[in-house]
């Protein structure tokens, strides 16, 4: 019997959400929404299976996008901050393009995101994505470390 009760509150979700990711309307999509948690709350009040069709109703969780982890472009006073920084490393990180090095810095922030747990393989990444003319295959293990305590400290959300 709950699963007669069910599949119309089911069906609801499946054709909001379908017509979410179909229409670019924003609209459209709360109106449908919103109609199966009310059939299902008031088809099965008090009853341990309504549960289910109050997720169905809630919105979906998204799936995590391309551009996880990446932070906003910094402010000029963040920029000043890195480039200083990443020169007292090594001034050739930067060489005259701070805004290659922020883009760089960016980029690192969201392998600190997808892999917060993987210092070896974040210094590795590091050092492939921090090179020059005169490093092609970067500054080395012990320059990405310092690099990357840099880019965490000065472009990255905490």
């Known amino acids: 019997m709950r699963l007669r009760s ?8 499946a054709l909001a959400l379908t017509a979410c990711s179909s229409s670019g309307s924003s609209t459209a999509a709360p109106a449908a929404a919103s109609s199966p948690a009310a059939d299902s709350s008031s ?22 996008p391309s551009d996880a982890g990446l932070p906003p472009k910094p402010d000029s006073a963040t920029v000043t901050k890195l480039v200083a920084a990443l020169d007292a490393i090594d001034p050739d990180i930067v060489s005259g393009r701070p805004d290659q090095a922020v883009d760089r810095a960016r980029s690192q922030c969201q392998a600190i995101y997808n892999f917060p747990k993987d210092k070896a393989k974040l210094i590795d990444l590091t050092n492939q994505r921090f090179t020059s003319s005169k490093h092609p295959d970067g500054f080395g293990a012990e320059k990405a470390e310092k690099i990357l305590a840099a880019v965490q400290a000065d472009v990255c959300p905490r």
């Open 6 to 13: 069910l599949a119309p509150a089911l069906a609801a979700a």
């Open 43 to 64: 088809a099965q009040p008090g009853s341990g299976s309504s549960a289910p069709a109050a997720d169905a109703s809630a919105p979906a969780k998204p799936a995590a």
